[in-house]
């Protein structure tokens, strides 16, 4: 241990004292203190490396969290202007009336002397419940039309912005029907 541990100061006669033997442990501390900074060293390099790993780690999985997060707010939009879409279909469906019993009632309204030449039902695209009346009439006259506008009135239906048309033998006819409900 002389060798490893040796005294700083050794003793000169006539000169001076040695140093207290307690001087002995600074080499002893010295090499104490080496060791421990490399091992600290050591581990605050594993620790950095540890910390970039888990570091790149998270940023791998918040890049993968936010490509799925993109892809299900690209199905949520979907689903949302699907829902859109759907509930639109479904409005218009509620507006939108059957237009079978209008023609049965329009064709049942006829007398013997008159014929119906020409019956369009054309539904308005934006307001189903809006349906266009173009009903071209050979004989009755005006008493014809007459009696189907009843007919269409006992059927609930209103007809709005009407406009009539006399020809020789014949009347055309133009108005919107709507539902009342």
Same mark, same amino acid.
């Given at each position: 241990?002389d060798y490893?541990?040796?005294?700083i100061?050794?003793?000169r ?6 140093l ?5 442990l ?14 600290l ?7 950095k ?5 888990s ?11 936010r490509? %799925?997060e993109?892809?299900?707010?690209a199905k949520h939009?979907?689903?949302?202007? *699907?829902s &859109?879409?759907?509930? /639109? =279909?479904?409005?218009?469906?509620e ?12 064709g049942r ?17 934006e307001?189903p419940?809006n ?6 009439v050979?004989?009755?006259g ?5 009696t189907?506008r %009843?007919?269409?009135?006992?059927m609930?239906?209103?007809?709005v912005?009407?406009? *009539?048309? &006399?020809?020789?033998d /014949? =009347? ?6 709507i539902y009342?409900?």
């Open positions: 241990m490893i541990i040796h005294d100061k050794t003793e006669q006539n000169v001076s004292a040695g207290p033997s307690a001087y002995k600074v080499p002893a501390a010295f090499y104490l203190v080496a060791v421990a900074s490399v091992l060293s050591l581990y605050f390099y594993l620790s490396k540890a910390y970039e790993t570091e790149n780690a998270m940023r791998v999985r918040i890049t993968d969290a490509g %799925l993109g892809q299900h707010r939009q979907g689903l949302i202007s *699907e &859109k879409e759907a509930e /639109s =279909i479904a409005r218009w469906l507006g939108a009336r059957p237009l079978q019993p209008v023609t049965v009632t329009i309204s006829m007398s013997k002397d008159a014929t119906i030449a020409e019956l369009a039902l054309t539904r308005d695209p307001i419940s349906t266009q009346l173009m009903l071209k050979d004989g009755g005006s008493e014809q039309i007459e189907a %009843l007919a269409l009135s006992s609930n239906y209103q007809i912005s009407s406009d *009539e048309k &006399k020809g020789r /014949s =009347i055309d006819y133009q108005g919107t029907i009342a409900e």
